[in-house]
């Protein structure tokens, strides 16, 4: 794919990094955000070990030269630097300088795009989707139950619930047959649009709502935007589900840590 596109599919996702990491800095202290050329670096030293929370994205070798400027960063919490890599930029070279750095690869991530579109196809029999508010009582309790964070620490849930209060986000419920089922959000910034978790509870899934979902923030994100992003971790049910949907891959991202 593309350089430019790759460019602008990462632009919405360092867009909601920068305001999601404002706000918690207020509350959690250390956290930051820092740009060290056109690697964006984000740190939480409330949760070290999260890794998509502690990571500097887009590292190139035109940046390799603030790599020790990016190593303390990270020091300054007691932190090892995990550094993003785009496929764009993966070469050779780049990989011997990390690895002369004690790092290796990690988890691979994907990057998907599609051109919003309207014309939303019929809803499955029983699916209703909604766009709710901030203050619904079942979006947030969805989304914890669907990625498995009921037991998850507070600090771990009161992160995740801010990144779904972030200025711009739209809130999306789906119903089965008038019961709370399914949520996901998208964030809408600069003429682009991110979905932003999406999650099913047990009970209901393989009854179409994440099909219903998707669909339906395409068909809003055809008034506001023209370019969706979404990320899922390579060859992941989640990326094959947006794939036969409509959307492609933008370009993978590999972590070395």
């Known amino acids: 794919m593309t350089g430019s596109l790759a460019a602008a599919a990462e632009s919405i ?5 920068e305001l999601d990491y404002q706000a918690a800095a207020a509350v959690y202290p250390g956290t930051s955000f820092r740009r060290f050329g056109r690697v964006a670096a984000t740190r939480l030293p409330a949760l070290p070990d999260a890794a998509p929370y502690n990571k500097a ?3 190139s070798l035109d940046d390799i030269h603030r790599l020790d400027d990016i190593t303390a960063f990270y020091s300054e919490t ?7 890599i785009w496929a764009g930029d993966d070469t050779a070279e780049l990989r011997s300088r990390l690895g002369a750095r004690g790092l290796s690869p990690a ?15 019929a ?3 029983g699916v209703q989707v909604d766009e709710v508010g901030r203050d619904n009582s079942h979006y947030l309790d969805i989304l914890f139950q669907g990625y498995g964070m009921v037991s998850s ?7 995740f619930a801010r990144e779904h209060g972030t200025p711009g986000l739209r809130r999306y419920l789906a119903m089965v047959d008038g019961r709370p089922a399914a949520a996901a959000a998208m964030f809408v910034h600069g003429g682009l649009s991110l979905f932003v978790g999406a999650a099913t509870l047990p009970a209901f899934r393989r009854r179409g709502c994440q099909s219903a979902l998707i ?6 994100a055809a008034a506001v935007s023209d370019l969706t992003v979404v ?14 949907r409509g959307f492609g891959i933008t370009h993978l991202r590999t972590l070395w840590q």
């Open 13 to 17: 996702l360092t867009a909601k990094a």
């Open 57 to 59: 994205r887009g590292l």
């Open 78 to 84: 007691g932190q090892r630097p995990r550094l993003e």
């Open 107 to 121: 988890a691979g991530t994907a990057t998907l795009h599609a051109r919003p579109r309207t014309g939303v196809p």
């Open 123 to 125: 809803l499955p029999p």
């Open 153 to 159: 620490s507070g600090t771990a849930r009161d992160v």
């Open 215 to 220: 669909h339906r923030r395409l068909g809003d």
């Open 231 to 244: 990320t899922a971790a390579a060859g992941s049910a989640s990326s094959a589900n947006l794939r036969s």
